[in-house]
């Protein structure tokens, strides 16, 4: 799933030991998402998303975690290069191929979730998380942002911790930059219907030179999946 180069996984620790993570990452098969440019380079959403999921997954992995993609590509693993060739053959979990229809589509990846959700024995921690980018104006850089089901307590800790985390690194990393990604409530499909507590993430807007950057970059990609897992860590650290 992660290509030659990532193939083998090391256990680092077992800090995420008897978790179970539904990762999504948003559109894929017919549907490319959000659409960027550079240059004449075309930035397709689904690709960028895709590549954080791995990496992001990857990195539960090596903490003890079990983790299941939801979508799949099965010729795409984590790639090196700043622009990822734009695909249409995901797949959703195990091996089903993407409807056209939104709906479907949506419904398709939650009734895998839930599959998946009910056959698990365990009442251990549990979550879905949903990885996206966002496309405004060019003007508008807007960080990474979270969205929960409303009323939605643990959805609303993890998204918080979540965001908290990429903030303390921001301040370690790049002191004086500011982040400005904020939390909130919205009522998506995928946050209401999955059995597991969800938590949506936008990584960034695709038009907008900052944000590319977080997305080309393959160290910056990399970093990204690391920071979404500590902060994973960080809430599931709350539950004990
Ligand atoms: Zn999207």
Redesign the pocket.
Known sequence: MFGKEFEQVEIIDHHLKGTIFYLVS??GGPDP??MGKIADNILC??EY?YDITLRFGRELIRHGAKVYFIVRDPHDGIRNEPYLRSSNDEVCYPNKPTPLNQVQRLKQRVDAINVLFKSEKTSGYKRCIEL????RSTKENIDLFFYYNPGNKEGERLAMTMRNAIDRKYQQKQPGRGYSGDVSTRSLYMLRNTLPTAVFI?LGNINHYRDQQRLIIENNREALARWLCEGVIADHQKTN
């Open positions: 948003g559109h998402g959000a959403e689904d998303a996206h980018v966002d496309a936008e």
